[in-house]
């Protein structure tokens, strides 16, 4: 399997001029078929960096999207600044966001929950 890597950092919407407060991470998508620099501001939510990057790897829209610090293993918070959770120079993998179901319409949920 070969990877797919786009050179050229575009910047994520936010994201400052020369000067600011920006920097560059490189994400991949879950397979490593694909992986791209791109340039955030560290102010920026991880939610609208996680859209730009699903964006420009044409991962599927019907698909919610998460980041994963590829260093810690960390799932990054959607809400919070992408600056607050990781370092410049950060790998990130666009993964998946899953629901396993525990529990959530599972046949015999209901009698386990009167035990």
Sequence with gaps: MTSQTIPAASSVPGASGPGGDAFIL????????????I???RATSV??????????????????WGLRDDDSS??????RP????????AHVTAI???HLGAGIGCPGQAARDRV
Excluded: Y
Excluded at 26 to 37: C, D, F, H, K, L
Excluded at 74 to 79: E, N, Q, R, V
């Design 47 to 64: 939610g609208a960096i996680t859209e730009s990057i699903a964006h420009r790897m044409s991962l599927p829209d019907d698909v919610a």
């Design 96 to 98: 998946p966001k899953t």
């Design 82 to 89: 992408i600056g607050d959770q990781v370092e410049p120079g």
């Design 39 to 41: 340039e955030v501001d």
């Design 26 to 37: 490189r994400a991949s998508n879950v397979t490593g078929t694909q992986e791209i620099p």
């Design 74 to 79: 960390a799932f990054l918070d959607d809400t």
